[in-house]
């Protein structure tokens, strides 16, 4: 008897020679864009009308310092008008109380300007004083030059004026020494006392013009011991 031949073995498995995917890497995250930071923008500051016009120098030449030239110079016509009426002549003394009166009122109309419109120059506050005491004292020596006001009286006043004039000038690197109410009310009674005298008045009515000048006179030298002790104060504050 044959022998049935054996079968064929069965064909192996082939195995997929594939192998598993690699794992893929997620791609990283686009970076955050940082939003750009717009240059500042630098604005200058407004600047004020008054303080560009504070900045532009100040002429000399202006209406503030016109007048107080105008006051300089009508010192010797108010002189020549006194002097020539010799208190004797009515129409002289009518004269010299009128070129007084406007020579004075230019004293309180110049410093207004000045401070209104800003022109407060190194001028003004050199001439200024000069142009009042010049005005006062002239006034003051011919009226005792005269015997209408007693000597003592005129020289008190007149050292008293020259000597805190002086004090002004030293203490200006110091600061300023604004005028007090009663500087102003010194100049006030000054200016009425002495035009009260060169009008021609009779004696009683003339006598209440010596007693506005002794008054100004007190004022005159309580005022001036003040603004020595401001004086003071205000060199020992700003050495």
């Given at each position: 008897m044959t022998a049935e031949p054996a079968p064929a073995a069965a064909p192996?498995?082939?195995?997929?020679?594939?192998?598993?995917?690699?794992?893929?890497?997620?791609?990283a995250a686009p970076a955050a864009s940082v939003p750009a930071v717009p240059d500042p923008v630098v604005t200058e500051p407004a600047v004020e009308p008054a303080?560009?016009?504070?900045?532009?120098p100040i002429p000399v030449v202006n209406i503030a310092n016109a007048l107080t030239t105008l006051r300089v110079l009508l010192v010797p016509v108010f002189g020549a008008c006194l002097v020539a009426s010799d208190f004797t002549n009515a129409g002289w003394q009518i004269a010299a109380t009128v070129v007084f009166a406007i020579a004075s009122?230019?004293?309180?109309?110049?410093?207004?300007?000045?401070?209104?419109?800003?022109l407060v120059t190194s001028f003004g506050k050199?001439?200024?004083?000069?142009?009042?005491?010049?005005?006062?004292?002239?006034?003051?020596?011919?009226?005792?030059?005269?015997?209408v006001v007693p000597w003592w009286v005129t020289v008190l006043i007149l050292v008293r004026e020259l000597g805190i004039t002086a004090l002004r000038f030293i203490v200006l690197r110091h600061g300023v020494i604004p005028a007090s109410p009663g500087g102003k009310l010194k100049t006030m009674l000054q200016s009425i006392g002495i035009g009260w005298l060169l009008l021609p008045l009779p004696d009683p009515l003339a006598e209440i013009g010596l007693w506005v000048i002794y008054a100004a006179m007190v004022v005159t030298v309580v005022t001036g011991i003040d603004y020595v002790i401001r004086a003071i104060r205000l060199s020992r504050s700003h050495p």
């Open positions: 192996a498995a082939s195995v997929p020679a594939a192998s598993a995917p690699a794992a893929s890497v997620p791609a303080a560009v016009e504070s900045e532009k009122i230019t004293d309180y109309v110049d410093g207004w300007i000045a401070r209104r419109r800003n050199v001439a200024d004083p000069i142009a009042d005491k010049a005005l006062t004292g002239t006034a003051l020596v011919l009226l005792s030059a005269h015997d």
